[in-house]
C-alpha cells in the first residue's frame, strides 16, 4: 500500500451503529462490560457513549487508512468520540443542505461520499448502506470500494475488521 495520505485508502465512518450500536455491548473476557478504564468521563449526557470501545480505534488506526467521519455527529465526533476511542482528530464529511430526496433510492450519504472520495479507493462503514448503493457506487466511482453493512445492533466485530483488512490486502 502506497504510504502517502492522499494516496491511501478513505475509510468513511459512521458513528450511529458501527461505533455505538443500539444494544449494550456484552462483557467478554478481561473486559467488563461498560465504559474502558481509560475513557473520558461523559459530560455530555449521552448514556450510550458508554458503548464505545477505544480497541476500535486501535484497530481502524491500524487499518492504514485516512479515517474520515461521515456521520450526522459532523465536527462533534471529533470533539467527543475521537478522544474515547484514541483517535486524532479527522476530516469530516459536510453534508448538503437540501431535502432533496436521494436519487435512484441511494442513501442520502451515497453520492456525497463519492464526490469526496475523488476518485480515491474507499471503505464506507455504515448501519444504512444498501445493494442500491453498492451498485450505484460500483457503476459511478472509478476505483475500488467498499461498501460495508454494519449490524446496528452489534457495532464493529473482528469479522468486520478482517473483511476491510481482506479487501485492502487485494
Not at 464506507?124 to 449490524?151: G, M, N, Y
Request: proline share 12%; net charge negative.
Amino acid at each position: 500500500m502506497v504510504s502517502s495520505p492522499a494516496h491511501r485508502p478513505l475509510i468513511f465512518l459512521d458513528v450511529d451503529g458501527p461505533l455505538i450500536p443500539l444494544a449494550a455491548r456484552p462483557a467478554s473476557p478481561g473486559r467488563p462490560a461498560g465504559p474502558a478504564e481509560s475513557t473520558p468521563p461523559d459530560t455530555t449526557g449521552n448514556p450510550l457513549l458508554d458503548r464505545l470501545r477505544p480497541e476500535d480505534g486501535r484497530m481502524l488506526l491500524d487499518l492504514g487508512c485516512q479515517l474520515v467521519w461521515a456521520t450526522t455527529w459532523m465536527a462533534d465526533a471529533n470533539e467527543v468520540i475521537s478522544p474515547r476511542i484514541g483517535l486524532p482528530e479527522l476530516p469530516v464529511v459536510q453534508w448538503p443542505d437540501s431535502d432533496d430526496e436521494p436519487r435512484h433510492g441511494l442513501h442520502w450519504k451515497t453520492t456525497c461520499l463519492t464526490r469526496w472520495a475523488a476518485g480515491r479507493p474507499f471503505v464506507w462503514l455504515d448501519d444504512e448502506i444498501t445493494d442500491a448503493d453498492r451498485r450505484w457506487v460500483s457503476a459511478e466511482h472509478p476505483s475500488r470500494a467498499l461498501l460495508h453493512r454494519i449490524d446496528p445492533y452489534i457495532g464493529l466485530t473482528g469479522a468486520d475488521f478482517a473483511l476491510v483488512r481482506r479487501w485492502l490486502a487485494e
